[in-house]
């Protein structure tokens, strides 16, 4: 649930960023991406510390080897999306974004954004049901 919490504020600052740049304000593009990635690190870190904890395996049955596809699959699309996101900081730390020119942040964020829904599937199907 922490996770989720995470991930969807994670959704928030990078919308922040997105609105900031087609506003011209580059001090909220940095803040919200740089947000954005340390969120994302943070989700990833804690999804790998859960791995190390889970006490099962995939060879214990189905449950288990779902639960390891699904949210592995999710993790790396995470670490997709981190790569995006950590390519799209260090151009807003080089002036590279104006309110005109903004396509890298926007096709970063919708990224983003599919990463983010596609984990409250995951989480709904591994989780809570």
Not at 20 to 33: C, D, E, H, Q, T
Not at 49 to 77: P, Q, S, V
């Amino acid at each position: 649930s922490v996770n989720t919490l995470i991930l969807l504020t994670s959704s928030a600052t990078m919308h922040w960023a997105l609105q900031s740049i087609k506003r011209g304000n580059v001090f909220g593009l940095r803040a919200g991406l740089l947000l954005t990635f340390l969120m994302g690190v943070c989700f990833l870190s804690t999804q790998i510390f859960e791995y190390a904890r889970i006490g099962f395996n995939t060879t214990e049955g189905g449950f288990a080897t779902i639960f390891f596809c699904l949210t592995g699959l999710h993790g790396a699309h995470v670490f997709v999306g981190l790569s995006l996101l950590l390519f799209m900081t260090i151009r807003a730390f080089r002036g590279h974004f104006s309110a005109d020119q903004h396509h890298g942040v926007e096709i970063a964020g919708i990224y983003w954004h599919f990463v983010d829904v596609m984990w409250i599937i995951v989480f709904m199907t591994v989780y809570v049901l």
